[in-house]
């Protein structure tokens, strides 16, 4: 693994760093018969949390040119047409720096922008990363290597990719070892809004990987109150997975089934869940449970919130969901946080067998 990441490493060192402070020339170019004439184009940034409009052009011959400067290269979306019938056009976000970006269409209705060395690698990453999948390694080992491949690539660059690519490793990862990633960083790109960003989040993460939990309390389906502390104290229970969903949550929906399986093979054995729904009535609360034959315990923490709205989302400094802790009832403390699928069911089967 070390002499993966060490090459990765070698060939990502490659490329040239911007600093916050450093301007940036682009060009941006695409076109498809799905761009509608007399709608613009915009490209936005969320750096800093919260939205800014960089630039914009009107489409024509189902094509559109921007050609701009902004202070500093920054992470980036391309829109076409706002506010609710705005439609997001790239597949993810992109890296505007200098450079000519052209829109490319991979495969039917994905787009990405291509054509400069941060966005080259950033487009390379999902080939690079299927292919540890197909390695045919257990899954624990498949997360190790590919947190291997994502801190190669922060270590070689520390610019604005990095700071992308470390706002998705601080979903698993503690808020601790992205501080360290960040705290190498070059003067200069401490002032990034992106890095601000990260710094925020980090500081209001009470709880993150070996922090105890924060309990929360609200209503079962049942109308009783129960708190998440009253179920990690339960004599049987030896580890307690923390799980926020909602029925309207495609990826939490695909997780669900996950859950019932692991809890029906490690119940016995001292595995808990304690669900937290988000879910928008009582009805479709209901009908998840039903649905996902969900027998653990689990609360809502009041209807007609919305869930940024809600304490538990907040004291665990949520950034959507599907989101889950780990938590062992020896001493309370988070183990693991956003493990899903087989990575999760080979993690609790460490644990329990």
């Known amino acids: 693994?070390?002499?993966?990441?060490?090459?990765?490493?070698?060939?990502?060192?490659?490329?040239t760093g911007c600093s916050s402070d450093t301007p940036i020339s682009y060009t941006i170019q695409g076109e498809d018969p799905s761009f509608v004439d007399g709608r613009w184009m915009y490209v936005l940034t969320y750096a800093g949390g919260h939205e800014t409009v960089i630039d914009s052009a009107r489409i024509?011959?189902?094509?559109?040119?921007?050609?701009?400067?902004?202070s500093y290269p920054v992470s980036a979306f391309l829109y076409m047409g706002r506010g609710a019938d705005g439609m997001q056009i790239s597949a993810?976000?992109?890296?505007?720096?200098?450079?000519?970006?052209?829109?490319?269409?991979p495969a039917e209705g994905i787009f990405l922008?291509?054509?400069?060395?941060?966005?080259?690698?950033?487009?390379?990453?999902?080939?690079?990363?299927?292919?540890?999948?197909?390695?045919?390694?257990?899954?624990?080992?498949?997360?190790e290597t590919r947190d291997s491949l994502l801190h190669a690539i922060v270590l070689g660059n520390r610019n604005a990719l990095a700071l992308t690519l470390l706002d998705v490793?601080?979903?698993e990862k503690s808020g601790e070892e992205v501080s360290a990633l960040l705290d190498s960083f070059p003067e200069a790109m401490q002032h990034h809004p992106a890095m601000h960003d990260l710094r925020t989040r980090i500081d209001r993460m009470c709880t993150d990987v070996g922090k105890p939990y924060v309990d929360i309390t609200g209503l079962t389906p049942e109308g009783d109150t129960l708190a998440l502390g009253e179920v990690i104290r339960r004599p049987e229970c030896r580890y307690v997975l923390l799980d926020f969903g909602a029925?309207?949550?495609?990826?939490?929906?695909?997780?669900?089934?996950?859950?019932?399986?692991?809890?029906?093979?490690y119940g016995s054995r001292g595995?808990?869940?304690?669900?937290?729904?988000?879910?928008?009535?009582?009805?479709?609360?209901r009908e998840c449970i039903e649905t996902f034959k969900m027998g653990w315990p689990q609360v809502h923490q009041g209807f007609g919130r919305a869930p940024r709205e809600t304490e538990a989302w907040n004291d665990y400094a949520l950034d959507g969901i599907p989101a889950c802790f780990l938590i062992d009832c020896s001493d309370g403390r988070i183990i693991a946080k956003n493990l899903r699928g087989e990575v999760l069911a080979e993690k609790v089967a460490q644990l329990m067998e």
């Open 113 to 143: 922008l291509a054509g400069t060395p941060q966005n080259d690698l950033y487009n390379d990453l999902p080939r690079r990363i299927a292919e540890i999948e197909a390695s045919g390694r257990p899954a624990l080992r498949r997360a």
């Open 247 to 265: 029925l309207w949550c495609g990826p939490c929906r695909a997780e669900f089934p996950n859950l019932a399986a692991l809890r029906e093979k």
């Open 60 to 70: 024509e011959n189902h094509a559109f040119t921007m050609q701009g400067r902004y």
């Open 271 to 285: 595995f808990e869940i304690f669900g937290v729904s988000f879910d928008s009535s009582p009805k479709r609360w």
């Open 169 to 171: 490793e601080l979903q």
């Open 1 to 15: 693994m070390k002499i993966i990441a060490l090459a990765i490493l070698a060939s990502a060192a490659l490329m």
């Open 92 to 105: 993810s976000d992109f890296i505007l720096e200098t450079g000519d970006l052209v829109v490319e269409k």
